[in-house]
């Protein structure tokens, strides 16, 4: 898939109307506490993970890329459009070499179509590219997990356009994260989450880290 230049005036009118259907300042606590914890001047050209609660909640991070300096600016709840409005301060403000985007969780929980989620991340990763170049953006693949198995095939397509767009230019990326947490009957593995059946423990984070630092 190729970026929508061709409707990109189209495409705004659209994500005025529904993207922004949620008031992304509901978020606003938790980007200023990000850049409090992360202050801007200090951590340019810093590598950047941002997303939904399963970035935020990613307390090692730091540790497992100990020769890298990464930024957690994960904010718990998001979808795609929270991060198409807060891009400045979560993203380009630090001017990032890399920055790795999980989104699209929560987008396909709330019932958004995957054809909308694509076109916000389209939207992101074309601000990015614009401002910042020479960064590298990789996506991370929305995870699979026990308490939204349900939806998984909405999971599994939006995994699969994501994999496509990655490809349209060379500036991008896509990381899978659903293969290596199913366990051999290809569902998600039991024992990798909190009690919540969502979010990931420590031995699920193990995982990531073991794939994420591929791309690193």
């Known amino acids: ?23 992304p300042t ?71 070499t890399k920055v790795f985007i999980y989104e699209g969780d929560n987008d396909i929980s709330s019932g958004k179509s995957t054809d909308e989620i694509l076109m916000t991340f389209n939207l992101i990763t074309s601000k990015i590219h614009e401002a910042l170049p020479e ?16 939806l998984a095939d909405q999971y599994l397509e939006l995994n699969k356009k994501l994999k496509k767009f990655t490809k349209s230019e060379k500036y991008m990326k896509y990381a899978d994260l659903w293969k290596p947490m199913l366990n051999k009957d290809k569902e998600p593995m039991d024992d990798i989450f909190i009690k919540d059946n969502l979010h990931m423990n420590e031995k699920g984070y193990a995982i990531w880290a073991k794939t994420i630092k591929k791309y690193l």
């Open 1 to 23: 898939m190729k970026n929508y230049n061709f409707a990109f005036l189209a495409v705004l009118l659209f994500i005025s109307t529904t993207v922004f259907a949620q008031d």
């Open 26 to 96: 509901r978020f606003k606590g938790q980007v200023e506490k990000i850049h409090q914890d992360n202050p801007i001047q200090e951590n340019l050209n810093s590598i950047v993970f941002t997303g939904s609660s399963t970035i935020r909640m990613w307390k090692s991070l730091q540790e497992d890329f100990p020769q890298h300096n990464v930024i957690n600016a994960g904010f718990g709840g998001s979808q795609a459009s929270d991060l198409l409005y807060y891009i400045d301060e979560l993203i380009l403000d630090y001017k990032p």
């Open 135 to 150: 960064t590298e953006i990789v996506i991370i693949s929305p995870k699979p997990s026990v308490a939204r198995w349900k």
